[in-house]
Structures are given as C-alpha cells and as structure tokens.
C-alpha cells in the first residue's frame, strides 16, 4: 500500500513541476513575446492578399491521442502546423500561455481544443477555412 501511495506521490509531483524545470518564467515569456510578433507578422495584412487559416498543434512524439489527432487532420487533408513540445522552447512557451495542462491542444483562429475531444475536432476539420 505504501509503495502505491509513494508512486502516485511522485507522478503527481513530476506533473506539477515539469513545466517548470524546463523553461523559466522569464524564458517563456521571451519566448512568447517572440511568438506573438511572429503572428502578427503573419496575419498582417501586407504579408498576403488571401487570408489563409491555420490551425496549430501542439503535441509530443510518445502521445496516442496525438497520433489520432494528426491522423484526422491527414485525412480529412487539413492544413496543420505541428509543435513538439518537450523538444521545440518556443511552442513550449505558447504551450503555456495557451495554459496548457496535456496534449495535444489544438489551436485554430483563437479557438482552443482541449485534449482529444472528437466532434469538435470533426467540427473543426469540416470548416473550409483549413483545407489543404
């Protein structure tokens, strides 16, 4: 009984650290002050003629419900930039201003889907906005 209470112990406490062990508050907010000029540049109206939605996922290379996530998104031929976020600090740090909690979280024109929620993702790839 002790050796099941000292494991959840340590699962949770690695849940709640992680984030912070690997990158700083002063870092994630440089980095995501670096993210957001980056996306104004892009929705700027002078950098195109044709307004092009996308949608941004932010995921980790070992999670299922990603895979299913991109394998949705390949189907159905949507448009999708991915973000690994245990390997890239700068989708980590939008990861977290997004205050992320799991993965995959998914971003499209301000809207945010939380985990692998299925009609909304279908909702979401039916939208022509993201089609390839």
Known sequence: MVKYILIVLIV???YFLWPRSHVSNQESTELAKGINSLYR???SPASS???VSSIHLYATSWCGYCAKTRNLF??????YIEYDIEKDRAARARYNELKGRGVPLVEADG???RGYNEPLLRQ????DRYKL
């Open 124 to 127: 979401l790839v039916d939208d």
């Open 49 to 51: 003629q044709r307004s």
């Open 12 to 14: 949770l406490g690695g």
């Open 41 to 43: 540049s892009v929705d």
């Open 74 to 79: 390949k189907q159905r031929g949507v448009r």
């Open 111 to 113: 809207r945010i889907i």
